[in-house]
């Protein structure tokens, strides 16, 4: 019978490291549950006892040992990560591959014949990668999420956790799907969001493209010959003094952009600068809404479906941190996963923070007391689905309009500054 290397956390919280004998890796969770542990890594050794030093399935040892062992475990992860050049995968493609395999679970395949099963049907490189390391890793004993965890990018935190949820809840389809479903909807919201930033970012470039061509080309050869006939009006003089400094230190310009916005992106990635930018875009009018309600919505079915898939709420909440995108939310739910430690209900700190609608901390209260915060998290995440649907149209129904009036203020000034003279030298030779 096999053996496997388990660590778990005891009821006291204590990690425990030892040896256990079970069919199968979902039996040896099973026995470690039954005896009111939580395992955290379950390895296959072998699969002959006798090659195995004398070992119970109670056998653990000190916690010293274990922290050592923890460590030496721990860092063969971290040595995979750095291998910096294998293929990644695109998140359309991320979603494909877990709903490839969840649909040939689902269809009776063991795990290693669904993957190779893949590997034959693969098209591209990264992808054909990717599974030819998960078959030699789940090959070799090692378990999906732990495969997935060794190969690094694009595996983050949300993916592997999934994965560690489906192996462990020993209903590894149904996890999947939902991890696939979650994927294909935070696409689809992302679609959604370029679709609505698409045109008026279009629309700003070729505003930007036309002012420089007539202040640099049209505007000079227009007024320059009336330059020495009359005082110019200060539009016109406003509007050849850009279009000589355009047209002498243009290149100066160019470096000077280059190097403030190098030096924007090194502030922005001190921690504290972050934040600081991050809570003002909250604070935008309509682009403020857009990008909160975005956040919450994906908050809610990233949080909704870890729960349901059965991770603990505080390593949810962890891994539904990263997938935030702003820093001030994701400070937030830094001081909530404390006080939830601390002992404190979910919906107290998030109503607190200020930065989640009240119909969120709604939900979660009423989830936490009923015993379905899955299923609330789920409906809730409907709701703001349809929010952010409403948001993006109202974002695109007032940007355009802005656009325009930028527009207006830009054509009536240069309008002015090509008329005012024409008429004043009209005036004068009348």
């Known amino acids: 019978m096999p053996s496997f290397r388990y660590q778990s956390l005891t009821a006291q919280g204590r990690l425990r490291d030892g040896m256990v004998t079970a069919a199968d890796r979902v039996a040896a969770v099973r026995l470690l549950s039954e005896r009111g542990e939580t395992p955290t890594a379950v390895v296959l050794v072998a699969t002959d006892n006798a090659a195995l030093a004398p070992t119970t399935p109670a056998a653990t040892t000190t916690p010293g040992e274990a922290g050592a062992a923890g460590t030496l475990l721990a860092a063969l ?3 995979r990560l750095s291998r910096r050049s294998r293929p990644a995968i695109s998140r359309a493609e991320m979603a494909s591959l877990i709903r490839q395999l969840a649909t040939a679970l689902e269809a009776g395949l063991p795990i290693m014949q669904a993957l190779r099963t893949m590997r034959r049907q693969s098209a591209g490189r990264s992808m054909s990668a990717i599974l030819d390391h998960f078959i030699e890793r789940v090959e070799a004993g090692t378990p999906l999420y732990q495969a997935a965890e060794e190969y690094g990018h694009p595996f983050d935190n949300l993916l592997v956790g999934m994965l560690r949820a489906a192996d462990a809840s020993g209903n590894m389809t149904d996890v999947l799907h939902q991890l696939a479903d979650l994927l294909e909807r935070s696409l689809d919201l992302r679609r959604e969001v370029l679709g609505a930033t698409l045109y008026p970012l279009i629309v700003a470039t070729l505003v930007l493209a036309s002012a420089v061509i007539f202040i640099t080309v049209l505007i000079p050869r227009l ?11 200060l539009p016109t003089r406003i509007l050849m003094g850009i279009a000589d400094l355009l047209s002498a230190y243009w290149y100066y310009l160019l470096l000077g952009a280059a190097a403030g916005w190098v030096s924007w992106r ?9 934040l600081r930018v991050d809570t003002l875009k909250l604070r935008w009018p309509v682009l403020g809404r857009l990008l909160r309600d975005v956040a919450v919505a994906r908050f809610t079915r990233t949080l909704g479906t870890l729960v349901a898939a059965g991770i603990p709420i505080l390593d949810a909440l962890r891994i539904t941190r990263d997938t935030l995108g702003n820093a001030a939310m994701m400070h937030s739910i830094d001081e909530v996963q404390t006080k939830v430690t601390a002992g404190a209900a979910l919906a107290e700190p998030l109503e607190r923070s200020g930065l989640f609608p ?3 901390v709604q939900v979660v209260n009423l989830g936490e007391r009923s015993g379905r915060l899955e299923q609330m998290l789920m409906h809730a995440a409907g709701a ?4 952010v649907s409403s948001s993006i149209k109202l974002f695109t129904r007032a940007l355009p309009p802005v656009l325009i009036l930028i527009m207006a203020v830009l054509g009536a000034f240069v309008l002015s500054a090509i008329l005012l003279p024409l008429l004043e030298l009209q005036s004068v030779v009348q």
Do not use: H, T
Not at 223 to 233: D, F, N, Q, R, Y
Not at 384 to 387: A, E, H, I, N
């Open 266 to 274: 090194m502030w922005v990635r001190v921690p504290s600068n972050r």
């Open 223 to 233: 007024i320059a010959p009336l330059a020495g006939e009359m005082v110019m009006p």
């Open 77 to 79: 992860p971290r040595l």
């Open 358 to 360: 009240p119909l969120l």
């Open 384 to 387: 703001f689905d349809r929010q």
